[in-house]
């Protein structure tokens, strides 16, 4: 055998490794499993999850949140997205990882500590949820009060409702039923806005 056809051959089998551990990959992930997403999609969503900024892995986590109706596997991923998105400092993941620690995984401390990360970035939504959280649980009643007027203040329309409708005294009660519409909307698994955009 001379050497160069020693190379291709050494050449060959780097590519077939490579090629198979891609395969596996691809046939073990939680969307390809679901979904049964083409190799072009797959290669789309590695990239994206990998290099893509915080909106893109966002949007790939509200797809595989969409598409995990009793499938905790593919929710679990989606979750992982979600975090992923939020450590890049992606605001709207730091509130939708702050709402699922609250209302999902029982996390409150880290809930609470997304909805800070997200509000540090002006982020009107985490302002109105945590103030609404605060009213709530009876954490803080008066800190929650000041998210939702500062929210209100940035013109957030579902907190100057709100804010016009509890400014003359806490009534816990339509707090609990605002609280309760939201996190329905949050954990909703239908109809999620972007995910459309993923591929």
Do not use: H
Not at 64 to 71: I, N
Request: proline fraction near 2%; aromatic fraction near 12%.
């Amino acid at each position: 055998m001379n050497k160069s056809f020693k190379v291709y051959i050494g050449f060959a089998v780097v590519v077939l490794s490579v090629l198979l551990i891609f395969v596996c990959f691809y046939m073990s992930n939680p969307l390809v499993k679901k979904e049964k997403i083409s190799m072009i999609e797959y290669i789309l969503i590695c990239y994206k999850s990998n290099y893509g900024g915080g909106n893109d892995i966002q949007s790939i986590g509200d797809y595989a949140y969409c598409k995990s109706e009793s499938d905790p596997v593919l929710e679990k991923y989606a979750i992982s997205l979600y975090e992923k998105s939020a450590k890049q400092g992606y605001a709207p993941s730091q509130y939708k990882m702050g709402a699922l620690c609250l209302f999902k995984l029982n996390q409150e401390e880290k809930g609470i500590e997304w909805l800070n990360k997200a509000i540090a970035q002006n982020s009107n939504e985490a302002r109105y949820l945590l103030g609404m959280y605060y009213i709530t649980s009876n954490k803080d009643e008066e800190k929650g009060m000041e998210l939702i007027k500062e929210a209100d203040k940035n013109k957030f329309e579902k907190a100057t409702k709100l804010y016009n409708r509890i400014s003359f005294g806490i009534d816990n009660l339509k707090v609990e039923k605002e609280l309760e519409k939201e996190k329905e909307n949050i954990l909703n698994k239908k109809d999620r806005q972007g995910y459309e955009s993923v591929f």
